[in-house]
């Protein structure tokens, strides 16, 4: 058996399911801040029903966050229609890289996408703010809920 090496294999076995989420978890647990990973779904529709597994949900806040290597259209068209049928839910992504272009020969990159699209975003880590900011509310109440569920 070969021995494992580096944070994002340890997280890989971890069962973490990529190194961002890995280093992600790593960086939280570090700066002790509270989190829970893969806890909870959020029901979204688009022609049929669907869930959405969030990565990351800040305890002391209520914010989500979700990581991402490559941010696919599928992903992108995911995140609109979750943000329109659940608005309370403040979700942000942390990206390998946000000045990664939507596609071959795009202009727009991750950030812009966000940019244009009302959510917050970083790369690689999750900002130190994010862990520090106030409760969110309405996102705590929204993520209670469908927590019930």
């Known amino acids: 058996m070969s021995k494992i090496r580096g944070a994002s294999q340890r997280g890989l076995a971890e069962g973490y399911r990529s190194g961002l ?20 779904k959020i029901p979204w529709e688009d022609r049929k029903m669907r869930k959405y597994t969030p990565d990351f949900l800040l305890l002391k806040n209520y914010i ?6 490559r941010f696919t259209s599928v992903d992108r068209r995911k995140h609109v229609e979750i943000k329109g049928q659940h608005p309370d839910l403040d979700i942000r992504f942390v990206f390998t890289n946000s000045r990664a ?16 699209h009302g959510f917050k975003y970083a790369d690689k880590t ?15 109440a929204a993520v209670l809920k469908l927590k019930e569920n």
């Not at 989420?21 to 909870?40: G, I, M, N, Q």
């Not at 989500?64 to 290597?69: D, Q, R």
């Not at 999750?126 to 705590?140: D, F």
């Open 101 to 116: 272009k939507l596609y071959k020969g795009s202009r727009t990159t991750y950030g812009d996408w966000c940019d244009t």
């Open 126 to 140: 999750v900002p130190t703010e994010w862990t520090k900011e106030k409760l969110n509310r309405a996102s705590k």
């Open 21 to 40: 989420e890995a280093s992600a978890a790593a960086d939280l647990e570090e700066r002790k801040a509270a989190y829970e990973y893969e806890t909870f």
């Open 64 to 69: 989500i966050v979700e990581t991402k290597g």
